[in-house]
């Protein structure tokens, strides 16, 4: 089956310390998203990549790195610089750039104290 | 800036009854509108709009764009238990690179009572 695996669900992690978070696809799809889901705000937007080796900053992007080194997967960095990381993180793809249609993945809980 | 926001941002109805969700937007290089259904974690796709006035339908569940009062609204009928999730609003904005780039609304908590 298709789709996209985030690992791990659950992550606690000190403060001060970076933590990746991993996002793999086996739908093919050439763009590669992030998103942040707090309580009452909504998904928002920290990067995207359209293809390999290549991304691009999105709302939210301070204290946070990608990678794009193969198609299929699209890893981010919650470094010590982000302010507030504890949060809910959607790791989501579509079929090209110009899809808005987009698949996401079961998210991960990072929880930092 | 881009904002999206969606009103109730909770509702609580009993089984049987019918809801309507409103989604407001004040955007630039608007391309599209989308309703995505997240019941516990990964968020699934509804519905696509892009032109005004044309109605959606999948099953129970519809929804309609009017570009003139920038906003969407998601009806669903016959409401079940398994109805009950965050509905989220999601506005398709073109960006300089060609990519779609998608502004989300807060999103309302359905919950249907037996």
């Known amino acids: 089956d298709g789709g996209i695996t985030q690992s791990p669900k659950y992550l606690f992690r000190k403060e001060g310390q970076n933590v990746t978070l991993s996002c793999e696809q086996n739908l093919n799809h050439d763009a590669m998203y992030w998103y942040r889901q707090d309580p009452g705000q909504g998904l928002r937007l920290i990067y995207y990549s359209q293809i390999v080796n290549d991304f691009q900053k999105g709302d939210i992007a301070e204290g946070y790195s990608v990678s794009r080194e193969k198609k299929e997967s699209f890893p981010l960095t919650v470094t010590s610089a982000q302010k507030n990381p504890t949060a809910f993180y959607l790791c989501?793809?579509?079929?090209?750039?110009?899809?808005?249609?987009?698949?996401f993945g079961n998210g991960t809980r990072l929880t930092v104290t | 800036e881009d904002k999206v926001v969606q009103s109730p941002l909770s509702l609580v109805v009993h089984e049987g009854d019918t809801v309507t969700l409103n989604c407001s937007y004040e955007?630039?290089?608007?391309?599209?509108l989308l309703w995505y259904k997240q019941e516990k974690k990964a968020p699934t796709f509804l519905f696509m709009l892009t032109s005004s006035g044309i109605e959606k339908k999948s099953g129970r569940l519809s929804s309609i764009l009017d570009k003139k009062e920038l906003s969407s609204i998601l009806n669903i009928t016959a409401t079940q238990t398994g109805d009950s999730a965050i509905y989220l609003c999601a506005v398709g904005l073109f960006t300089i690179q060609g990519a779609q780039k998608l502004v989300f609304g807060q999103g309302t908590r359905l919950t249907i009572n037996p």
């Open positions: 989501a793809s579509s079929m090209t750039q110009g899809d808005p249609t987009l698949h």
């Open positions: 955007v630039t290089n608007f391309r599209s």
